[in-house]
C-alpha cells in the first residue's frame, strides 16, 4: 500500500469530500433550519432582517472552509 499514490489520494479525497458534504447536510438542514423554524424570536423579525442573518451563516460557513485549507 502506498499512501502517497495516485489512487490512494483520489480515494481519500473523494471520501474526505463525501464526509464534508454530509457534514454540511447535517449543520444546514437539520440543525439550522429545525432552529430557525421553532425560534418564536427568528419568526418575528422582518425580511431583510432574516435574509442578513442567513447571508451571516453562509458567509461564516464559507471562512471555516478557507480556514479547513489550512488545518
Known amino acids: ?3 502517497n499514490g495516485y489512487r490512494a489520494l483520489v480515494t481519500q479525497g473523494i471520501l474526505d469530500s463525501l464526509s464534508a458534504g454530509i457534514l454540511f447536510y447535517n449543520a444546514y438542514v437539520e440543525l439550522i433550519a429545525l432552529e430557525m423554524n421553532r425560534n418564536v424570536v427568528f419568526r418575528a423579525h422582518n425580511w431583510p432582517r432574516k435574509i442578513s442573518l442567513f447571508f451571516a451563516v453562509f458567509v461564516g460557513a ?10
Do not use: Q, T
Open 1 to 3: 500500500f502506498n499512501a
Open 62 to 71: 464559507g471562512i471555516m472552509a478557507v480556514i479547513g485549507l489550512w488545518a
